[in-house]
Structures are given as structure tokens and as C-alpha cells.
């Protein structure tokens, strides 16, 4: 749930990289099983939020705000 005004401007994503899209080359955002809803105009909005359905097998997991470099963490998969 990002609907609290706390997240205005901190779009919340997943990536195997820790600090995900920001740690450089090669970085990527993983988005199997991501489902991301912006409410009426983006994080911080009502209805916004982002779910992730994790795959059997999924590897370990970064979240990260992909406006803010060093906002994230480890997020462990089974």
C-alpha cells in the first residue's frame, strides 16, 4: 500500500541488484509477478500500491525507490 502521502515521488520496484536500476551496468528492475497501481496520480495517491506474487524459485530480491538511489533494501525470497 503506497497510498500515504509519505511516498509522493518514491516509486517502490524490484530488482536481483541491490540499490536496483541505480547500481549501473547491467542493473535491471525485475518484474515477474509485479503488479504496480499508481491510484489517481502516482505513489502517495489513494489507490496506489505495488504487490509482488514471488515465483517459486525466485532469486533474492531488491526493493528500491527508483527516483532515490540508497532507498531500499534486501527484500529475502523463499
Same mark, same amino acid.
Given at each position: ?22 547500481? %549501473?551496468? #547491467?542493473? +535491471?528492475?525485475?518484474? @515477474?509477478?509485479? $503488479? *504496480? &497501481?499508481? =491510484?489517481?496520480? %502516482?505513489? #502517495?495517491? +489513494?489507490?496506489?500500491? @505495488?504487490?509482488? $506474487? *514471488? &515465483?517459486? =524459485? ?21
Amino acid at each position: 500500500d503506497q497510498s500515504d502521502s509519505s511516498n509522493a515521488g518514491h516509486p517502490l520496484r524490484f530488482s536481483t541488484t541491490a540499490n536496483g536500476t541505480h547500481a %549501473g551496468y #547491467g542493473a +535491471s528492475e525485475y518484474t @515477474t509477478g509485479v $503488479t *504496480v &497501481a499508481n =491510484g489517481s496520480s %502516482g505513489p #502517495g495517491s +489513494s489507490g496506489a500500491y @505495488t504487490e509482488i $506474487t *514471488v &515465483a517459486v =524459485g525466485a532469486p533474492t530480491l531488491h526493493y528500491y525507490c527508483t527516483n532515490h538511489s540508497g532507498m531500499g533494501g534486501q527484500a529475502n525470497t523463499p
